[in-house]
């Protein structure tokens, strides 16, 4: 593990994945490891880890709701990435966040996320049908999207908040109080 000197997570800054890495660098005991945001979707930091830009990713493998992300495991697989068998439990809290001092569905017409955000926080969509969801890269790409756009709120964890300077609406969105998406560690 000592060739370990980066790990790649989904990015931007603030995402589930963050946290993730940020837990790994504890696990690894790797002082020094480089922290690699990767923007795009789940593939891009696949294709990060296949093209040697980074030496190891953190990837979610597992979630309490939506169970196990088969297509992560799928291209890890395709691509001969191994396991470190060192798996990272972060608590999944969703925040509805944007511009506004308070959340108006008639000015805030759509609610960005992850599909998994869509996937995790269904009751609370299903409950204010007078928006759409709009599916983007990661979650904390979701709340760059909303600090950009008034007609726009998102579905993020409460880091982005202070990362991108939203206000948050509501805090604790997804269907259960208990989610929980278990990432792997993967090098090749």
Known sequence: MSSIKSIGFLGPWGSFSEEAA???????????????????????????????????????????????????????????????????NIPVIFCLMGLYQ??????????????????QCSKWLKDNPTVSFVICDSNSQAAQKAKLDVSASCLAPELCAEIYGLHIYQKGVQDTADNVTTFGIFIL
Request: hydrophobic share 40%.
């Open 22 to 88: 940020n837990e790994a660098v504890k696990v690894l005991e790797i002082v020094g490891l480089n922290r690699v945001s990767i923007p795009g979707g789940n593939f891009s930091v696949i294709s990060a880890l296949r093209d040697r830009i980074v030496d190891s990713i953190v990837m979610a493998v597992e979630n309490s709701i939506t169970g196990i992300m088969t297509d992560n495991l799928r291209q890890l697989n395709d691509i001969g990435a191994k396991s470190l068998h060192a798996y990272i």
């Open 102 to 119: 308070k959340f108006d569905p008639t000015i805030q017409t759509s609610v960005l996320g992850h599909e998994q955000a869509q996937k």
